[in-house]
């Protein structure tokens, strides 16, 4: 068995991962290859990222690109604004420019002529750690569970239709009774970084029969047995991405956990409207080896 990483260990392997991105801005900076880079889960390293660094990997990506432009720019060689564009990897000098001075405060070639630094570092004070929670944490052995699903393509913003779909599911066929049926959510992505038309969430059901055909689009599918850290979020799901980040950035670190190469998923308490949001309670699901 491999050995867990330490506070320490998970800092090194993230620190590597920055200096992957600073010696490769020309290249691949995807999830998938810095995930590699780093030895952790494709399906967590966003979260992973974003809790540690303080903001998501493209946004980073983008301000060492900027950055690079910036220093570039202001040696005043030749080299023009449409280079800068391409080398940031903007389409064009005009959407170059119109990020480079909503960063800087100023056009590229205003920067060039007198480069405003002392903004350009409060640009780049990027977090790390900046906050420290207090969690109640749990790691629990869950058995595997058959739910039916709908899953939601699109904006996160729709996900309450597909709800509502899957409710009208729930009472026309009698399968899944949500009086005596868990329910449970699964992102397959974070909402706060997939391009809207890219996320997807399966809206689920648990079931202890096969799934009836239907015309609502509902399938069966599998929630993982497993080991999983749980922490319980009370308010809005609206909301849960201020429990979720936590765990990622100050719980992780510190537990000498790894995580599984699986989504995390949400088990839902409670029942609107009997229930106000504000009052919801939500088990996060993050799932460990």
Known sequence: ????????????RFNAVLAYIEAHLEGDLSIHA????????????????????????????????????AHR??????????DAAADAGFDSPES???????????????????????????VFAIPHFSRSVIMQTRIVDFASVRVAAL?????????????????????????????TSRTFGIPYGNPDT?????????????????????????????????????VRHTGSPDHIGESIYPIYRDWLPASGEELRDQPLFFHYLSVYPETPQEQWQTDIYVPLQ
């Open 96 to 122: 170059f420019s119109r990020a480079f001075k909503r960063d800087f405060g100023m056009a590229p070639s205003t920067f060039r002529k007198a480069a405003n630094w002392q903004h350009w570092n409060a």
């Open 73 to 82: 720019l202001s040696a005043r060689g030749p080299y023009s604004i449409l």
């Open 194 to 230: 997939t391009p809207a038309q890219d996320f997807r969430f399966a809206v689920c059901g648990e079931i202890d029969e096969a799934v009836a055909p239907n015309e609502f689009g509902v399938h069966e599918r599998v929630i993982a047995a497993g080991r999983y850290v749980v």
């Open 151 to 179: 899953e939601h393509h699109g904006p996160p913003g729709l996900v309450n239709e597909s709800v509502r779909t899957f409710i009208e599911w729930r009472m026309h066929s009698g399968q899944s009774p949500v009086a």
């Open 34 to 69: 810095l995930s590699q880079v780093a030895n952790f889960s494709a399906f967590h390293f966003h979260r992973q990222f974003s809790a540690f660094v303080g903001v998501p990997v493209s946004r980073y990506v983008q301000l060492m690109r900027l950055r690079r432009a």
């Open 1 to 12: 068995m491999s050995e867990l990483p330490t506070p320490v260990a998970y800092t090194q």
